[in-house]
């Protein structure tokens, strides 16, 4: 019997899909020539088309809702415009506020480095000139004394710049010696002189040359045999002292060569000289003597230096309070004693030894007052120390001069 198919079904029609679902599940073939009628209760539709519904007649005509859009989309437009500028000008102004702050910033540290490059400089170069000052003062205060030689006395003495050059290259200081041809016969020694300076937050260093207190005068021996004949040496002396721009320097007269003075009149006019017009004489005979104490002068003074220098930076005074109450002999003989102590140049050896032949500095004064100066001068010189060697011209001279002193100002000088 054959099978019909009603494929003209409202549901039929409904669904798009049939003739794939038919297809599909084989019920359609294409060799199948019966005819396939299916009801309406056994087709169940795949999908559900809603029915679609009908539009509203519009009102507007395209003119106007052309406009509309058109006000729309401009309108639109400007607000997004609006939102684009605004920040991008407000981005642009802060970045330009960013750009200045962050140049400054940069500005501002490289000032700040530059300063604190110059503040280390600076403290570097303080540093550097405060050790030079110190090493002028201490270890290498011979370097810092320069003796300045007379052209004539060069002249006088032939091989004296040789032996001179000679000595002070074998100490290391050949470069201390200058033969100078404005001071004539006379010798200068020179310190070199270095301070530190600071003035609108610059540090400099300063030099100078300044004259030593001392300074030294040559004579031949011929010519010193004639000035001691007129009578004229504290004259002479004091010509050149006046010359020197230190008029309380100690002046050193150099006597080259032989000479007909006696031993005793030379003693005697040595010290004469010394007391009046605080000068020394000093004989030689030959250059390299010469040349010798020159260098042991330079060495001398730049110890001075030393010895000044550690006496500035501490000074220790030691004292007692109060007035013992002991007899007046031992009150005395401590004060005497103290007394001793500041004489310049001498030692404890020296001290004790006087200490033990002048229990008392007054009885002793009053002695050496009513003496005469030679005789006074030679006692005290005759006095023995303990290791067998005795005082001396030269300690007897500043200790008599300490004991008859009336303005009390040998024993601070």
Known sequence: MDRVYDLNSKSARQNTNLQTFLM????????????????????????????????????????????????????????????????????????????????????????????????KEREKLKRKIE????????????????????????????DLSTQAQAVFLERKLENQLVIDDKIGNQIYWYRKCIELTEEDGKVEKFEYFSHQHIFAVFIEGSELERIVKTG?????????KEDYPLQSADCLILCYGPHNIQSKKMMELSIDVFERTNSQFHFFKTSAELSLFLAQVLRSLSKKVHTDSCSDKEMNIAVEKGIRDDDRSRVVKDWWDKMLQCLWRSSDIQRLAILKHMKNPFEASQKYRKMGYIEALQEISEIQCENGRRLGPAMAHRLLMVLTDSSGKEIAE
Request: aromatic share 6%.
């Open 232 to 240: 004229k040496v504290e004259e002479f002396l004091l010509s050149k």
């Open 24 to 119: 599909s599940n084989n019920y359609m073939d294409d060799d199948d020539d019966d005819i396939i009628c299916i009801e309406d209760s056994f087709i169940q539709p795949l999908r559900t088309v809603p029915p679609r519904k009908q539009e509203s007649p519009r009102i507007e005509n395209a003119d106007q809702s052309f406009d509309r859009f058109l006000m729309e989309t401009i309108e639109k437009a400007n607000g997004k415009a609006d939102e684009i500028l605004k920040p991008k000008k407000a981005k642009s102004s802060s970045t330009h506020q960013t750009k200045e702050m962050k140049e400054k910033e940069k500005n501002e540290k490289k000032i700040a480095r530059e300063k604190l490059k110059e503040e």
């Open 131 to 158: 050790r030079e000052i110190s090493a002028s003062a201490n270890t290498k205060a011979e370097q810092y004394i320069y003796c300045h030689l007379g052209s004539s006395i060069c002249s006088t003495i032939d």
